[in-house]
């Protein structure tokens, strides 16, 4: 059983895109010795998904974690905000609605700009 989720992990821990996307097609053909509870959940969130997830290999302006970005704004954000981080539209709609946010509450407070 370990030796299945070290096999998964080791796909996304490759350095290159198509050795990684080879190894997981190697990795799926085997599909049936994956325990239950990782089927469940490979069905659920990798299958359809794992181009998206290996794309930062083919992009190398594409972080493989968000990390950096959490460490710029000096807090954790909850996952639903880090998804936004991972597109070029999504990161600058973030932003955008921050500066609104920030310039609304600046305004009532008695400041403009």
Partial sequence: MYKN?????DIFNET?????KQKYEQYINKFEEIPPVLQQFMQKYVINFINRYLL????????KTSNKLDNYYRNTDP???KTRYKT???ILSYLYYQMIGWTD???K???SL
């Fill in 5 to 9: 989720t070290k096999e998964f992990i």
């Fill in 16 to 20: 290159n895109y198509y050795i990684a």
């Fill in 56 to 63: 930062y290999l083919k992009n190398p302006k594409i972080e």
């Fill in 79 to 81: 996952e639903i905000i």
């Fill in 88 to 90: 070029r539209n999504g």
């Fill in 105 to 107: 509450k600046k305004e």
């Fill in 109 to 111: 407070d008695g400041l």
